[in-house]
């Protein structure tokens, strides 16, 4: 246990799930999608929807897309600032059926284009949990950089993926693997104690019986 889990973090409130975490969620996905967001569909559940507003989870998830930190003073006016930035964004609930009620769910649409589906969770004391990328299972907090690697179930594409980090000098600080079926589609999150070099995560794509691999880097 460390101090931040009896103090929660230095934040804009009012609350450290609602808000800070929200922010934190915004952030995560934010990098995900590795560049500017253009337009967010913001889906508010559980909790977040009955009392985000009061809270300012709305606006705090609006911030962390913009890139602001749990701390900006600015967090309480991000609707206007997106407005001035030209970042497009609706706000309405769902039920997302049995998950964390601090959940939400978040479409994105970056600069170029490019699309990303994220669920997560506000967990408390501002951490947070990505629980699904683009409709397939994962698991991290977004506090070590991670790779999000869909791929074939078959034999050695987890070797080749741990083999690649390993000759880069990358330690993994945590891995979980997820399946739908035997020999269908799966999910490899690796945490790593370092960045993982671009190029390498240009050849990950490139390798055969890899479907995707998106990349959160923390600098």
Known sequence: MNLLDIIGPVMVGPSSSHTAGAVKIGQVARKLIAEKVMRADIFLHGSFLATGKGHGTDKALVAGLLGMAVDDPH???????????????????????????????????????????????SVGGGQIEICEIDGLSASFG???????????????????????????????????????????????????DQEVPMEAVAWLEGLEGILKVTYLSLK
Not at 75 to 92: C, R, T, V
Not at 110 to 121: C, D, L, M, N, R
Not at 159 to 172: E, H, P, Q, Y
């Open 142 to 192: 977004g506090d070590y950089p991670t790779l999000i690697v869909n791929h074939l179930d078959v034999p050695g594409r987890v070797t080749a993926v741990t083999s690649m980090l390993s000759k880069k000098g990358v330690n993994i600080a945590g891995m979980k693997l997820y399946r739908t079926v035997r020999g269908g589609e799966a999910v490899m999150v690796v945490e790593c």
């Open 75 to 121: 967090i309480p006016y991000s609707f206007e600032i997106a407005k001035k930035e030209g970042l497009e964004f609706h706000i309405s609930g769902i039920d997302l059926g049995d998950v964390h009620p601090n959940s939400v769910k978040l479409n994105l649409t970056g600069i170029s284009g490019k699309k990303i589906e994220v669920i997560a969770a």
